[in-house]
């Protein structure tokens, strides 16, 4: 156990829809990284954000957004749904801005129908 | 520049052999190279990690190599067991800058009984 939690563990919504992906990092860290693995694009970073900050962008989505709290947790936010967004989101957290060891969490799967 | 090429993309090897996965990165300013293990339904757990400084770290039954003129990491198991059987991801880093990992397409590992 990796001490990094994610909420939900399935999802499953229709194209179109909006959805929240949460995420609380390990106990002390203050960064949060998104990624998401998809079975073509393997592991792919989406955003990072270190004390409430934005701090890296990765490739993600115009439709898609996130946010840390002042409490650390993070969500990411995924609108316009489309099929091609089912994936596995995970979450990573480390303890400094610099995410030298990135500790991951259990994911969430998405399903787009 | 970005890109970590993985290989191979799958593995299979008898108890007790010592698999072994390459990976090749072509943006010098990397400094941190870790290495993921990941079973079916589960987060990437960080299993071992290397720093440009050094030519080789052992963790366990894990080795990494590092030849930093070649550009190249790789991943030994020693001894391997059928509970190694899982997907391997080797990914690289800065220790300054963005912090994002970049990471290989993984490694699909099977340890026959």
Sequence with gaps: DSGVTQTPKHLITATGQRVTLRCSPRSGDLSVYWYQQSLDQGLQFLIQYYNGEERAKGNILERFSAQQFPDLHSELNLSSLELGDSALYFCASSALAGGNEQYFGPGTRLTVT | ?113
């Design chain 2, 1 to 113: 520049q970005q890109q970590v090429k993985q290989s191979p993309q799958s593995l299979i090897v008898q108890k007790g052999g010592i698999p072994i996965i390459n990976c090749a990165y072509e943006n010098t300013a990397f400094d941190y190279f870790p290495w993921y293990q990941q079973f079916p339904g589960k987060g990437p757990a960080l299993l071992i990690a290397i720093r440009p400084d050094v030519s080789e770290k052992k963790e366990g039954r894990f080795t990494i190599s590092f030849n930093k003129s070649a550009k190249q990491f790789s991943l030994h198991i020693m001894d391997s067991q059928p509970g190694d059987s899982a997907t391997y991801f080797c990914a690289a880093s800065m220790i300054s800058g963005t912090y994002k990992y970049i990471f290989g397409t993984g490694t699909r590992l099977k340890v026959l009984a």
